[in-house]
């Protein structure tokens, strides 16, 4: 095995065009990019996914229904939020491939722990719905691979995105075999993210955070909540959806996190993962609409899953 985190992304993911102003545009995996260009990881293709590892948690209608969707030029509206160029679909696919490698490697045993530098992002797409910019629910794939192709019985997931994972909620509602763990800012789009949903099987913590709190708001509430219940759960491998949006700088939301925050959760994630699950940590980038914060967030955060690897 390796001693380097995994970087997994691929030039595909950069053809998923956006219309000009929109927030999630090419820009931000450019700069995240180059924020990570100078450490010293593993630099991984991201494959292509199967239509089969779609389909462990989208309907094939779903898939047929995007391919339907998928314009020969220009964009197409999904929903006011969600669009589609003609290189979106193959950069979905490499985002949802990136997170079955990742997956395969550090259960594998090739890599201790691994980052998915793609986008669309995921975290949104429900069942049978995209939306919020999102096609495929990458984090919910990596859980329903692991458990499903690795026969791997506890895998959680810590979602930090500003906005709700909605989708990754939606996916994993009903899987005994996972938790899920969702700080969001309260209210905000998608209007879901309540205290009160907690999944049918006990098995999803939502926190709930108000807007204008900091990180020292958030710190307190996965010191006392989250990360006591992602240690009790004891998981075998642990997801992390890293959304960046949280950062005082962001422009879509109102929490006021600092570089530092997002650094300090992530070192907390990777000692739990150090007791329970040998360290194993595979996180897909989610959110991030300030250029400057997001790449120097990620940049913090990969470094964080570097130190942990060593």
Same mark, same amino acid.
């Given at each position: 095995?390796?001693s ?7 030039a ?10 929109h927030?999630?545009?090419v820009?931000?995996l450019?700069?995240v990019?180059?924020a =990570?260009?100078?450490? &010293?990881?593993?630099?991984i ?5 199967a ?6 948690i989208?309907?094939?209608?779903y898939?047929a229904? =995007? ?5 020969s030029?220009?964009?197409r509206?999904l929903?006011?939020?969600t669009?589609m160029?003609? @290189? ?9 491939g990136?997170? $079955? ?5 550090v259960?594998?045993?090739?890599a ?5 530098a793609?986008?669309?992002?995921g975290?949104h ?21 692991? =458990? ?9 997931v810590?979602?930090?995105d $500003?906005h709700?994972?909605?989708?990754t ?11 899920l ?5 309260? !209210? ?8 009160? &949903?907690t @999944? ?8 709930p955070?108000p !807007? ?6 958030m710190r ?5 909540k989250?990360?006591p219940?992602?240690r ?5 491998l642990?997801?992390?959806s890293?959304?960046?949006d949280?950062?005082?700088?962001? !422009?879509?939301?109102q929490l ?9 959760l992530?070192a ?9 699950c ?14 400057n ?13 570097m130190k942990?690897?060593t």
């Amino acid at each position: 095995m390796t001693s380097k985190t995994a970087l997994l992304t691929h030039a595909d993911c950069l053809a998923h065009v956006t219309p000009d102003g929109h927030p999630e545009q090419v820009a931000r995996l450019e700069h995240v990019l180059y924020a =990570l260009q100078p450490l &010293e990881v593993a630099r991984i293709t991201a494959p292509l996914a199967a239509d089969d590892d779609i389909l462990r948690i989208h309907p094939a209608s779903y898939l047929a229904e =995007l391919r339907r969707a998928s314009p020969s030029e220009g964009h197409r509206a999904l929903d006011a939020d969600t669009w589609m160029s003609p @290189g979106s679909l193959d950069a979905a696919f490499r985002g949802a491939g990136a997170m $079955v490698r990742a997956v395969d490697m550090v259960l594998g045993g090739e890599a201790p722990n691994a980052f998915a530098a793609v986008r669309p992002p995921g975290h949104h797409a429900e069942t049978d719905t995209p939306m919020g910019f999102c096609l495929f629910g990458n984090a919910a794939l990596g859980v329903k691979h692991a =458990l499903d192709h690795h026969g791997l019985n506890r895998v959680a997931v810590v979602d930090f995105d $500003v906005h709700h994972g909605n989708g990754t909620q939606d996916l994993l509602w009903d899987e005994p075999r996972a938790l899920l763990i969702s700080s969001q800012q309260i !209210p905000l789009f998608p209007g879901t993210g309540r205290a009160s &949903e907690t @999944g049918a099987h006990d098995n999803i913590l939502n926190l709930p955070l108000p !807007p204008e709190s900091g990180g020292a708001h958030m710190r307190r509430e996965y010191q006392h909540k989250a990360l006591p219940r992602l240690r009790d759960f004891a998981p075998q491998l642990i997801i992390i959806s890293a959304g960046f949006d949280a950062h005082a700088d962001d !422009p879509l939301a109102q929490l006021n996190w600092s570089t530092e925050d997002f650094a300090w959760l992530t070192a907390e994630i990777c000692e739990i993962a150090a007791d329970v699950c040998q360290g194993r940590v595979v996180s897909t980038l989610e959110g991030g609409y300030d250029l400057n914060a997001l790449s120097a967030s990620v940049r913090a955060h990969v470094q964080e899953l570097m130190k942990a690897a060593t």
